[in-house]
Nanobody
Framework: VQLQASGGGLVQAGGSLRLTCATSIRTFRSYAWFRQVPGKEREFVAAIMDGSSKIYYTDSVKGRFTISRDNAKNTVVLEMNSLKPEDTAVYYC??????????????????WGQGTQVTVSS
């Protein structure tokens, strides 16, 4: 299974970025985005599950980030608006078959992309 994340970059606070995760044809129950800064554990950001019937966000990005799937293109997109310096991290896409109660747990995903750097300047 290959996951290819792209779309990171440098943006000023208040700006927007669009992250894309290209997935393989194989379908998983959940696709998620996590992020990590040096010295900290990988943090859950958003997940889209069971097609697009279940969507989850961490509290700090609610109302600013939107996760979606494009089945025709086999991609998962994270639209990030109103970016803040604290959103700076390496963002990873992941795919797996977690149960609902584990959708936010990084250990529930076995398939990971290579990460893309997002830097938000103040």
């Amino acid at each position: 299974v290959q996951l290819q994340a792209s779309g990171g970059g440098l943006v000023q606070a208040g700006g927007s970025l669009r992250l894309t995760c290209a997935t393989s044809i194989r379908t998983f129950r959940s696709y998620a985005w996590f992020r990590q800064v040096p010295g900290k554990e990988r943090e859950f950001v958003a997940a889209i599950m069971d097609g697009s019937s279940k969507i989850y966000y961490t509290d700090s990005v609610k109302g600013r980030f939107t996760i979606s799937r494009d089945n025709a293109k086999n991609t998962v997109v994270l639209e990030m608006n109103s970016l803040k310096p604290e959103d700076t991290a390496v963002y990873y896409c992941a795919a797996g078959n977690p149960i609902v109660s584990s959708v936010r747990a990084s250990e529930a995903y076995r398939n990971w992309g290579q990460g893309t750097q997002v830097t938000v300047s103040s």
